[in-house]
C-alpha cells in the first residue's frame, strides 16, 4: 500500500518562493532608505546627500552606504585634540590670516541623527507581508 502526495510540486514551488521573497523586498526597503535619509540629512555642500547608495543586496542583508561623514554627522563627534604628525604643522587660513599650529581643539557638535529614523521609517513604508502572500500566490 503507497501513498502519494497531491500537490507536491505546487508545495516546493511555494516554499522556493517564500525563500526568494527577501531580496525583492530588501531593495525597496534600501530604495526608500537611501530616499529618506537624502530627506533628513543637514545638508551644507549636498554631497553627503547624494552619495547615498544602495551598495549590496545579498540573501540576508541590504547595505546601505555614503560618504564616510555621515557617520560624524550622525552620531555627533566629541570634544577632542587635532595634533599634527611629526614634526608637521596644521595650517589654516581664517579671514584672509594664514595660521600656524601643531596642535587645535576641536569642541565636537551635538548630534544630527538620520540614520535609524530613514531605516525605521522605510521598513514601515515596505511591509513584507503583502510581498510574501504575492509570491506564494503567483508559484502555485
Same mark, same amino acid.
Given at each position: @500500500?503507497?501513498?502519494?502526495?497531491?500537490?507536491?510540486?505546487?508545495?516546493?514551488?511555494?516554499?522556493?518562493?517564500?525563500?526568494?521573497?527577501?531580496?525583492?523586498?530588501? %531593495?525597496?526597503?534600501?530604495?526608500?532608505?537611501?530616499?529618506? @535619509?537624502?530627506?533628513?540629512?543637514?545638508?551644507?555642500?549636498?554631497?553627503?546627500?547624494?552619495?547615498?547608495?544602495?551598495?549590496?543586496?545579498?540573501?540576508?542583508?541590504?547595505?546601505?552606504?555614503?560618504?564616510?561623514?555621515?557617520?560624524?554627522?550622525?552620531?555627533?563627534?566629541?570634544?577632542?585634540?587635532?595634533?599634527?604628525?611629526?614634526?608637521?604643522?596644521?595650517?589654516?587660513?581664517?579671514?584672509?590670516?594664514?595660521?600656524?599650529?601643531?596642535?587645535?581643539?576641536?569642541?565636537?557638535?551635538?548630534?544630527?541623527?538620520? %540614520?535609524?529614523?530613514?531605516? &525605521?521609517?522605510?521598513?514601515?513604508?515596505?511591509? @513584507?507581508?503583502? &510581498?510574501?502572500?504575492?509570491?506564494?500566490?503567483?508559484?502555485?
Amino acid at each position: @500500500m503507497s501513498s502519494r502526495l497531491q500537490g507536491a510540486n505546487e508545495l516546493r514551488a511555494r516554499l522556493k518562493a517564500i525563500k526568494e521573497v527577501w531580496r525583492p523586498v530588501a %531593495r525597496k526597503w534600501g530604495k526608500t532608505d537611501v530616499e529618506l @535619509m537624502r530627506t533628513k540629512v543637514p545638508v551644507r555642500s549636498g554631497r553627503l546627500r547624494r552619495s547615498f547608495r544602495v551598495t549590496s543586496v545579498s540573501g540576508k542583508k541590504v547595505r546601505v552606504g555614503g560618504h564616510f561623514t555621515g557617520y560624524f554627522v550622525d552620531a555627533g563627534p566629541k570634544p577632542h585634540d587635532i595634533t599634527a604628525k611629526g614634526r608637521g604643522e596644521l595650517i589654516f587660513h581664517v579671514k584672509g590670516k594664514t595660521i600656524f599650529t601643531r596642535k587645535v581643539h576641536s569642541r565636537g557638535y551635538r548630534a544630527r541623527p538620520f %540614520r535609524k529614523r530613514a531605516a &525605521e521609517e522605510a521598513l514601515r513604508r515596505n511591509p @513584507m507581508a503583502q &510581498e510574501l502572500i504575492d509570491l506564494w500566490n503567483k508559484a502555485a
